[in-house]
């Protein structure tokens, strides 16, 4: 049966989105104009409380309340501290990680749990606002080193009120709780995930198992020559993908980093300085694949947006893109409604 990707972007006020086999419907996902999601925004903030209790920060990024930044989210890069110690921390940090992984290499044979360790990088654990079960998992690893930095100093030592920061939201708000931010900042695209200030070389993610497949793509990301201080980690969606296809996609992001530094640079605290993908655009980056046949968008502005980023991610596959302009709406004509 012919699979089909259908987008309903004919209303300001609400997208909608399935993906349908045959006539059972596979994926539902919609998005309404009030209710946009703040998850994966990155916002210039600015420090309006250091809470020793807590060891967190609040701070002012735009949003309805303050965000809540705790101490082990914070990058040891806006510690108020001189700054040879924080190259010393940042060196010893660095070290910590390289043990970490001899240490994993040299167990002998291993247990699934050990090769889980041994995975520098975990798309789960990146994918601050890729993936949805990952507020557990994202701890592990970065937590460890990171606590080992919060030994050393207390929130109140290091961080100043007005230090302004750029932060990432990784839960939304609720009720009357803020955001939760970091300041590890994840891009995710089509086929990886870009940490520019985690400095972790390359990962793949653990639920490509496939040992051919991981070796393959360790070699793709070590000849992609990832800049000091940055990682990048291949998600599931890139298992079976060329290196032509992923340093595509690699290069999309570090643009999308630039601009992000661009921005910054000219922007007062606090401001919005990177939206997450709209619906049309993170469906296409994380619901398509190559066994859809086709995509109907109902919505001219619609249609121009999914058309325009399949053809900078997926140039091979843009024509598959279609505009439905039938008076039926799309969703009837596909008995999918």
Do not use: C
Not at 56 to 71: D, I, K, P, Q, S
Not at 102 to 115: M, S, V
């Amino acid at each position: 049966m012919p699979k089909t990707m259908l987008i309903d972007a004919a209303h300001a006020e609400e997208t909608r989105v399935v993906v349908v086999d045959g006539n059972r419907v596979e994926e539902f996902d919609f998005e309404s104009q009030n209710r946009k999601q703040l998850r994966g925004n990155i916002y210039l903030a600015k420090v309006t409380r250091v809470e020793p209790s807590l060891q967190a920060a609040f701070v002012e990024y735009g949003g309805n309340r303050h965000g809540f930044l705790a101490f082990n989210e914070i990058h040891p890069d806006y510690y108020q501290i001189p700054l040879a110690d924080r190259e010393a921390l940042l060196r010893e940090e660095a070290e910590d990680h390289e043990e970490d992984r001899q240490e994993t290499r040299g167990r002998g044979r291993r247990g699934p749990r050990d090769e889980e360790a041994d995975v520098e990088g975990d798309e789960d654990e990146a994918e601050v606002h890729v993936s949805d079960d990952d507020d557990d998992v994202m701890e592990e690893e970065l937590a460890r080193r990171r606590r080992r930095l919060m030994r050393r100093y207390k929130i109140q030592e290091v961080i100043r009120r007005r230090q302004i920061m750029l932060v990432q939201v990784v839960k939304e708000e609720r009720g009357n709780k803020g955001a939760a931010l970091t300041t590890y900042l994840s891009l995710a695209g089509r086929y990886g995930v870009l940490m520019p200030n985690t400095a972790r070389g390359g990962g793949i993610s653990r639920k490509i198992d496939t040992a051919t497949d991981r070796k393959r793509l360790k070699g793709v990301v070590a000849s992609l020559d990832v800049p000091n201080g940055m990682g990048l980690i291949v998600r599931t969606a890139g298992a079976k993908r060329t290196k032509a296809e992923i340093k595509r996609d690699y290069d999309y992001l570090l643009r999308l980093w630039e601009n992000i530094r661009e921005k910054t640079l000219h922007s007062i605290a606090p401001a919005l300085i990177y939206e997450e993908e709209d619906l049309v655009k993170r469906t296409i980056r994380d619901l398509y694949d190559k066994d859809i046949d086709e995509v109907w968008v109902e919505g001219e502005a619609g249609y121009r947006e999914a058309r325009d980023f399949m053809r900078m991610l997926m140039p091979s596959q843009a024509k598959k893109v279609m505009a439905y302009r039938e008076p039926t709406p799309l969703f009837v004509k596909h008995r999918v409604e």
